[in-house]
């Protein structure tokens, strides 16, 4: 089957690139799903602040099945032992889905470290939010609870978006990312949800992605999936591997100009009731409150959130502990700033 391919450097997550193999799953959108991509693009631009995210990032479960060398997660269990909430549960997911439903939220991704088909509920979780009118509904995983009756039932609920996390086609190697599977099961999972995709709901997307190193053997099995791939998911892509052992992680050079994107588009609620600001605040650097005691709605627009856009808007993200080590400013000034030299 011959089909045309898009690459390209993704516009809002510049530390992302993708493979386009289909825009298929775009026909069953309305314009109500383009008007809000639209607004998660634009908002960052003009340093708009909604009343409300666009977007909510719900770590339904802080565990996971897989210990991942390169995730942040089995680094936290290695050096911090951290006290897990494990799951939430029925009733305070309910309880967010409603005060976001309030507040016109468009979006939500049910993850931050932990996999979410862990959780008993997780189809629950994308029927109920489905229900009340959440536009995107989507999540990551590492596909090995991904059963043909769990991708029934989740493709049956209305899942929007499956990211699934797959580092290799070679199965040593893929086995050293994916600590704890085998590639052949993963594999199958993969596939037999893309054939339920096609039969029950062709709206879905799905992106295999891996993470990429600085060297060619990463690239070589990028080119593997490709090939493997090619004609069966929507999309493929990889990011670009970044330090996230904070005992290793170093301070960048601070990038004039450089504003954080997801001060303006989402907000992440823990397992643990804590809030960030951003998807590299595993430690809780930042003391936003706790959603399991105050509202969406007073955090979203709390004098602290408020002091941290003001201090990105105006050149003082390095005052940040948690900002200056971060990659994105550097990621930034490479993928914008530098081609714009002359």
């Not at 998660?40 to 009343?51: G, L, T």
């Not at 993969?190 to 600085?214: A, C, G, Q």
């Not at 936003?288 to 105050?294: A, D, H, L, P, V």
Request: net charge neutral; with cysteine.
């Amino acid at each position: 089957m011959n089909q045309h391919i898009e690459e390209k450097k993704e516009e809002v997550n510049f530390n992302a690139n993708e493979i386009i193999y289909s825009r298929k799953w775009e026909e069953y959108r309305d314009e109500e799903y383009f008007k809000y991509r639209r607004a998660w693009s634009e908002y960052p631009k003009k340093r708009f602040v909604s009343d409300f995210p666009l977007h909510l990032d719900i770590e339904t479960t802080d565990l996971c099945n897989l210990r991942c060398p390169m995730c942040s997660r089995t680094i936290m269990d290695d050096h911090d032992n951290p006290n897990k909430k494990k799951y939430i549960t029925k009733e305070e997911y309910i309880d967010i889905i409603d005060q976001a439903v309030e507040h016109g939220v468009k979006s939500i991704k049910l993850q931050y470290l932990g996999e979410p088909l862990l959780h008993k509920d997780v189809v629950f979780q994308v029927e109920y939010a489905k229900k009340k009118g959440i536009i995107d509904v989507m999540f990551n995983t590492n596909a090995v609870l991904l059963t043909k009756e769990v991708s029934k039932q989740l493709l049956e609920a209305g899942l929007d978006k499956l990211f699934i996390s797959f580092d290799a086609v070679n199965p040593r190697l893929y086995e050293q990312q994916r600590v704890g599977t085998t590639i052949g099961k993963v594999i199958d999972n993969i596939y037999n949800f893309i054939k339920l995709r096609d039969e029950i709901s062709p709206r879905t997307f799905v992106r295999l992605s891996m993470v990429m190193y600085d060297d060619p053997i990463w690239k070589e099995q990028f080119d593997a999936m490709k090939v493997m791939w090619n004609g069966l998911v929507d999309a493929l892509g990889y990011g670009i591997f970044n330090e996230r052992d904070k005992y290793k992680r170093v301070e960048f050079e601070k990038v004039d100009g450089f504003v954080c994107e997801q001060l303006f588009q989402r907000m992440f609620l823990k397992c643990n009731g804590n809030v960030t600001i951003c998807c590299t605040d595993e430690y809780d650097t930042f003391d936003i409150g706790n959603w399991r005691e105050k509202k969406l709605y007073d955090l979203w627009n709390s004098e602290k959130y408020k002091q941290i856009r003001e201090d990105h808007i105006n050149n003082r993200y390095d005052k940040y502990e948690t900002c200056k080590k971060c990659f994105m400013p550097d990621v930034y000034k490479k993928a914008f700033l530098n081609k714009n030299k002359i």
